[in-house]
């Protein structure tokens, strides 16, 4: 990693607003463990190139890291604004509203909204699209639905040999039993 990161400062001394190479530089970046640096390049790179949807996703990303909830959720909601069917994107944004652990961001019904479009465009066999939907029920408050949709991602992830996620799954299945929406520990 240090030879990546040697290579990426050197080439951006010669082509300082090259937005590809700061957004790998915020990848090794984070990979060695200095996330506040990493963010710091992939907000460059989404300042260069502000519809790029990776950029904007390794940027929101590297905001979740650092505690930064509703700086992420606006960039995922500025992202969907100028293009609106980023499964990556609307997934990020889905996930944040229902489960962020800052109450100010939760948004049940929105969350709802999104994770909805998100199954739309992937498929309504996809597991991980289905633990969102059945995160944003549970934030929505719609229990039983939560219930039903956690338990297709624990079929669809078990038949696809996806063994730990369908555990993960079915841990948050106990809490949509008993009322309780999942909540992200950062």
């Known amino acids: 990693m ?98 962020s652990p800052h109450e100010q961001l939760h948004d049940g019904l929105e969350a709802v909204r999104l994770a909805e479009e998100l199954c739309r465009q992937i498929g309504r066999n996809n597991h991980a699209a289905l633990d969102t939907l059945a995160a944003a029920h549970a934030r929505a408050g719609s229990f039983d639905q939560a219930i039903a949709v956690a338990e297709r991602a624990i079929r669809f992830a078990t038949s696809a040999k996806a063994h730990r996620e369908a555990a993960t799954y079915g841990q948050r299945l106990l809490l949509y039993r008993r009322q309780q929406p999942y909540v992200e520990s950062r």
């Open 2 to 99: 240090a030879e990546a990161e040697r290579v990426l400062r050197d080439g951006l001394k010669n082509l300082p607003g090259h937005h590809k190479m700061l957004n790998e530089l915020g990848h090794v970046l984070g990979k060695t463990g200095r996330p506040e640096e990493a963010r710091y390049f992939f907000a460059q790179a989404v300042q260069l190139a502000p519809q790029n949807a990776a950029y904007r996703v390794n940027y929101g990303k590297s905001l979740l890291e650092s505690g930064l909830d509703a700086q992420a959720a606006e960039q995922y909601r500025v992202h969907l604004d100028l293009k609106s069917d980023n499964p990556a994107v609307i997934n990020a944004l889905a996930r944040l509203l229902a489960t």
